[in-house]
């Protein structure tokens, strides 16, 4: 889809991007990313939660056009999630010794061979927040500095899927725990006029009307409801501060972990596609 690499001008700092935490969603949001870019929008600010964390974590490194795409798309990053403990994480995880069946140590490995640079705080013209939850002490936080592949890591660590990840002395979950939606740290920015947020949202799982709701739909379907009401009520409180509230939403089906590379690429498409309508907001 993008043929060449684009020219990176000074990024805005008047404009945030938020990328919203999402199952597998790096696909569509690094298309949402290289859209805005193609069309010459570069957000000064990223925050990224979960899949939103990767994907705003390659931006914020630097990577552009190309570069960004196939980091996104990358077989090796899919191929980096599992290990060969996995199966002997069940009994662990069943008991409450462990928190998640993979550790997420290949996936940080990856990472950095892939991201130009080693900090956050050292991201070439971009201020990146990368959502986190600590669990222990029941509270959602925004990484601004410290080790970039650690941090990503962090917030993308869905517990049971995976094990809490340690970071400066600390234990990290999911971001999107909290933090679905992360606009936090942008709602009262002096600086931020303009927040891009962009969400994905798949298919919720339902129920016949005579059958008794599982597992799976009472959790997604709790975290969704629950992510959709904080994240009324922030946008809200961000208008109320001026700001103006882009917010776009991608719909494609649940991504797996085994997708073909041209399911990964008609979802990258897809966030492109979403991206595509946000040049009528800077055209007036």
Known sequence: MIEQPIPDPTPDPGIALVLGSAFLGVYAHGGFICELNRQ??????????????LAGGFYAAGLRGQELEAATLSGALK??????LIPI???????????????????????????PVANIEDAPGVRLQIAVTDLRKSTGEFLSEGP????????????????????????????????GVPLEPYIADPA???IIVHDISYPRQSAAADKRL???????????????????????????????????????PSPGFFQSAKKKKRYFIDGARTASAVSQYFSS
């Open 40 to 53: 010459g929008i570069f957000p000064g600010k990223v925050a990224g939660s979960s899949a939103g964390a």
């Open 79 to 84: 191929r980096a999630y599992p290990d060969w």
């Open 89 to 115: 994480r069940g009994a662990p995880l069943g008991i409450g010794v462990l928190t998640g069946m993979m550790n997420g140590k290949k996936v940080v490995e990856h990472l950095k061979r892939e991201l």
């Open 148 to 179: 970039l592949a650690e941090a990503i890591m962090a917030s993308c660590a869905v517990p049971i899927l995976f094990t809490g990840q340690h970071l400066e002395g600390r234990v990290f979950h999911d971001g999107g725990i909290l933090h």
């Open 192 to 194: 931020v006029h303009t």
């Open 214 to 252: 599982g597992i799976k739909e009472v959790f997604i379907n709790g975290h969704h409801m629950l992510n959709d009401a904080l994240t009324e009520h922030r946008i809200r409180e961000a208008e109320r501060n001026h700001k103006r509230v882009i917010f776009l939403e991608t719909h494609h």
